[in-house]
């Protein structure tokens, strides 16, 4: 059976992530990435959740409560901060960003283009070699557009040399559909 981008995103994570290291949640949201992310590394790793809603934040630790976590460190900010944060002699093991707003909001705060190519630029830098970073890409709201168009600008300019980068996306769906961007660092 062909996967749907979020099971897809996740199968891409647990391919690669490993027990102990460090990773990133760039829009932790309600926490179901946060919390994949940090099963997969668990006691001995760290999960550095980011989002820049209360209510995010909230909705996150409430599910990261019920699963009994305490190896995530959830970050009332935004992502391009990451440097201020995830101490700089720390490398990635593996990232996610799921663009776009938070389900059930009003949808008047969403992730915007630039910030969101900073962070990206940021994160690749510090992957470890053969770790991802795994992006959703949502397009069908207000401002989404612009966002997929910068971020697939920028992700389409790196060095192959440096960074091999996928796209995942059902191309018979109406109404633009979300698709996976994976960026392996592998040299
Ligand atoms: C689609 S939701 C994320 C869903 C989440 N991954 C989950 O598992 O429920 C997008 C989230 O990005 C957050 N966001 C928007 N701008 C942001 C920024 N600059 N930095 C971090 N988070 C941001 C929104 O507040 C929203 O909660």
């Not at 707003?101 to 630029?121: F, H, M, N, R, W």
Request: proline letters at 4%; glycine letters at 6%; aromatic letters at 8%.
């Amino acid at each position: 059976m062909v996967l749907k981008v979020i099971p897809f995103a996740h199968e891409l994570l647990k391919q690669t992530v490993r027990e102990g290291d460090i990773v990133i949640d760039a829009t932790c949201g309600k926490g179901h990435d946060t919390l994949l992310l940090s099963q997969l590394v668990k006691e001995k790793g760290r999960v550095f959740a980011f989002d820049v809603q209360e209510d995010a934040i909230r909705q996150t630790n409430e599910q990261l409560k019920q699963y009994g976590v305490s190896n995530t460190t959830l970050i009332l900010d935004s992502h391009e901060k990451i440097n201020e944060y995830v101490p700089s002699d720390y490398l990635i093991g593996g990232a996610i960003f799921n663009l776009g707003y938070l389900p059930g909001s009003d949808k008047q705060t969403i992730t915007q283009p630039e910030s969101t190519v900073q962070a990206i630029q940021q994160i690749i830098t510090r992957l470890k070699k053969h770790c991802l970073l795994v992006i959703v890409v949502y397009a069908g709201h207000p401002g989404g557009e612009e966002e997929k168009e910068a971020v697939l600008q920028f992700v389409q300019t790196l060095s192959q040399k440096e960074y091999a980068v996928l796209q995942y996306g059902f191309i018979n769906q109406q109404n633009s559909p979300p698709f996976v961007l994976a960026i392996e660092r592998i040299k």
